[in-house]
């Protein structure tokens, strides 16, 4: 399964993507996780399951929501705790979390 987190150029999010990547390989789990930018997104979000948005660009999340209902992608906000911390692991059960609920793991 493939999932992304959203920030505003792919900046901030590649470390956070990074940590969760990393959980994902320590659980030996089937999951990547990509960074990206908001507006790339709308390009390829055929290629992903789950999308979050990093904190900051929540007022995206409308139009993040328009791109992703194409292809039945959930799209939530990063648990702002997670964020804060840079805590892969956690970002990673709300991935999985996310996924399990809408049928796609």
């Known amino acids: 399964m493939k999932a992304i987190i959203l920030c505003s150029w792919g900046a901030t999010s590649s470390s956070l993507a ?17 960074a990206g930018g908001t507006g790339e997104f709308k390009k390829k979000a055929a290629n992903y399951s789950v999308a979050l948005l990093e904190p900051q660009v929540r007022h995206l999340k409308k139009e993040v929501e328009v791109a992703a209902s194409k292809f039945d992608i959930p799209v939530e906000i990063v648990d702002m705790q997670a964020f804060a911390f840079m805590n892969g692991g956690k970002v990673l059960d709300q ?6 609920d809408a049928g796609k793991m």
């Not at 959980?23 to 990509?34: C, P, S, T």
């Not at 991935?95 to 399990?100: G, N, S, V």
């Open 95 to 100: 991935i999985i979390k996310i996924a399990k």
């Open 18 to 34: 990074k940590a969760a990547s990393d959980e994902a390989k320590k659980r030996n789990l089937d999951i990547v996780v990509d």
